[in-house]
């Protein structure tokens, strides 16, 4: 009995202290820190951080690294880091873990975006008799970046060539900013918005690497060519050099109906070294109408290599052209679906006026496709007889999506057009390009008159007969500000914001957008580049326009098969089209206000004053 009594006693002890807290440890207090993480950093350069928190029970604190970017280290309480080029312009995760001697512990977390180096590489690939060969763009001036501030700010920070066709564009912050190439007089200044810090601007191009002379001189070329096919009408036949620098060198001949030979004398005055010319094609283009189209289409051809030419004498060219390969398609052009697209672009009812259709190889180009927004040149395939016949100069659409052409009647109605033949004699591995482009006129009102402005709608694909339908389509509810971006207004900013609702169709890798400075003058205007902005946004704050100028805005939808607008906008692949909409005359007020630019202004001056060609239209 006094054992079971005891056992109560020492059970009821046991509760006693258990009920008083007797036994139990208080968890220990949490460091507190007393420091605070810089988040301004730079690319390559050290970044510290000594780091400090206190123990509310007096005791010692220790810290460790628990996130932190590669090559962060910390020593004692001290932690040190050099952004690399791939941390730099990017966010960086940092988690420090300070505990107390007696185990309390407290997390602290921030991020730092480095300021970092943007890497512009400029070198086109041309691609030559030889095979492709890389060639640094001659660049007057570096790009550069222009960079929005939170404050309405924008900073310049100029470029730095570090070799050639390379540029660096130092301490860029992390985000968006807008690359600004393309600044030489002549040529309207070119910006992409873009996020990257790798940017390849080089694009590639058919052209051999021909020499240049000091000054013009003349040289004369005897032709005198045997093996025409003695068709009715005769055509033309031509001899032109490999696709190079030099533009409107092809020299046309017209035989005599029913002939088989030509000949004749040409003198051209140029400063092309015509003994860096090695290779040179003879051709003859015969006239085809395939229903409302009237084609120059490629017979006979006659490629010539290892040529010996030279300057200021003359050359005599002797030839015996050979048949070429035929190959045909069945051209089927469903109209009505282009006069969909024209359905709503501009501030008046589009008008059809005319289309574009050809076939062309791209000499030596494998697997590419040379870029679309230049005018190509060489020998084609297919190509609209502009009546007198002699061909073009450039054998593809024009890459401009407000350039005047209208060589054929505009197919605004589902065509049939039967089969469409044609000569091939080229070797199969260089990429061909099948080409048809509409154009279209918009009014537009100007100093009391309407102007009947070209738009231009465009794709190119790879030959076959499936129907040739608009791959592109124009933006939808393109506004200004919050307003229709066809209704003729005043806005009182010099940076406005374009806005627009993406296209049904092909995804497109981007949208440009032309700035055009309107300038009226007597029974017309005089329409300016001032400015080419692309973005793979569908929306876009432009960089200042100038106030008291009146402006057209053009949007374009770009397709492409390869290229990329924020990295490498330039490297192309077919597909490809374009289709443009168009702005009413838009006034900057003579007040407006712009932002306040830190940087080089000459830069930014330069930039804006880097007029493009001006395109001069007439009241009708």
């Excluded at 600044?183 to 240049?212: C, K």
């Excluded at 697997?367 to 073009?392: A, E, H, K, Y």
């Excluded at 890459?399 to 197919?411: D, S």
């Excluded at 076959?464 to 608009?470: E, I």
Aim: charged share 10%; net charge negative; aromatic share 10%.
């Amino acid at each position: 009995m006094m054992r079971t009594v005891s056992s109560f006693l020492v059970v009821l002890a046991v509760g006693f202290l258990l009920a008083c807290g007797g036994g139990s440890h208080p968890a220990p207090a949490s460091p507190v820190f007393t420091s605070t993480p810089g988040t301004a950093a730079s690319q390559d350069t050290s970044y510290t951080y000594a780091i400090a928190a206190t123990d509310p029970g007096g005791g010692t604190v220790s810290f460790s690294l628990v996130t932190m970017p590669a090559g962060a280290t910390l020593t004692g309480n001290t932690l040190t880091w050099s952004p690399t080029a791939s941390e730099s312009r990017v966010s960086n995760s940092f988690e420090v873990r300070a505990a107390t001697s007696e185990g309390g512990t407290a997390d602290q977390s921030w991020t730092v975006t480095p300021t970092g180096t943007v890497t512009v590489n400029w070198v086109n690939t041309n691609w030559t008799t030889s095979g492709p060969v890389q060639i640094p763009h001659p660049s007057v001036v570096a790009p550069s970046a222009l960079v929005p501030q939170p404050d309405g700010s924008l900073l310049l920070i100029s470029g730095t060539p570090v070799s050639p066709g390379v540029f660096t564009i130092g301490q860029v912050p992390g985000g968006f900013y807008w690359l600004v190439v393309g600044v030489h007089p002549g040529i309207a200044g070119t910006a992409f918005w873009t996020s990257s810090s790798a940017f390849d601007l080089g694009r590639d191009v058919a052209a051999s690497l021909y020499g240049v002379l000091g000054s013009n001189e003349d040289t004369t070329f005897d032709l005198n060519l045997s093996g025409l096919d003695p068709s009715l009408p005769p055509g033309v036949v031509g001899f032109s050099p490999a696709p190079g620098a030099f533009v409107g060198l092809p020299i046309f001949l017209t035989p005599q109906p029913g002939s088989t030979t030509v000949s004749g004398s040409a003198t051209i005055s140029t400063r092309l070294d015509w003994t860096t010319v090695n290779t040179a094609f003879l051709v003859q283009y015969e006239q085809v109408s395939l229903g409302l189209m009237n084609n120059l289409v490629l017979g006979p051809q006659l490629t010539q290599s290892n040529l010996a030419l030279t300057n200021g004498g003359t050359n005599t060219i002797t030839g015996t052209l050979l048949p070429s390969p035929q190959s045909s398609l069945d051209l089927n052009i469903p109209g009505s679906k282009w006069s969909t697209v024209f359905a709503s672009v501009g501030p008046g009812a589009a008008t059809p006026r005319g289309s574009w259709l050809s076939i062309a190889p791209e000499p030596y180009v494998v697997g590419v496709n040379t870029s679309p927004n230049l005018i190509t040149t060489g020998p084609f395939l297919v190509q609209p007889n502009p009546g007198n016949g002699v061909p073009f100069d450039f054998s593809t659409c024009p890459g401009l999506p407000f350039f005047v052409f209208g060589e054929q009647p505009a197919v605004v109605t589902d065509q049939d057009f039967g089969t469409l033949q044609y000569g091939d004699p080229f070797p199969s591995p260089w990429t061909r390009e099948l080409a048809f482009c509409q154009e279209v006129t918009v009014p537009i009102p100007v100093g009391g008159m309407s102007l009947p402005f070209p738009l231009n709608y465009s794709e190119t694909v790879v030959p076959s007969s499936t129907p040739l339908a608009p791959l592109a389509e124009p933006v939808k509810n393109p506004t200004i500000d919050g307003s229709s971006l066809f209704t003729t207004t005043s806005v009182n900013n010099t940076v406005v914001t374009l806005a627009w609702s993406a296209p049904t169709g092909t995804s497109p890798y981007g949208y440009t957008v032309y700035v055009l400075q309107v300038i009226p003058q007597n029974n017309g205007a005089a329409f300016v580049e001032s400015g080419i902005y692309n973005t793979a946004k569908t929306s876009v704050t432009l960089p200042p326009l100038t106030a008291g100028n009146i402006y057209l805005f053009v949007i374009v939808t770009e397709v492409d098969g390869i290229a990329n607008m924020e990295t490498s906008p330039y490297r192309s692949q077919l597909p490809t089209a374009f289709a443009p909409v168009l702005s009413a005359p838009i006034t900057i007020s003579s007040g407006a206000a712009s932002p306040q630019l830190r940087g080089d202004p000459k830069l930014w001056q330069r930039f804006l004053g880097a007029k493009g060609e001006s395109h001069h239209i007439t009241a009708h």
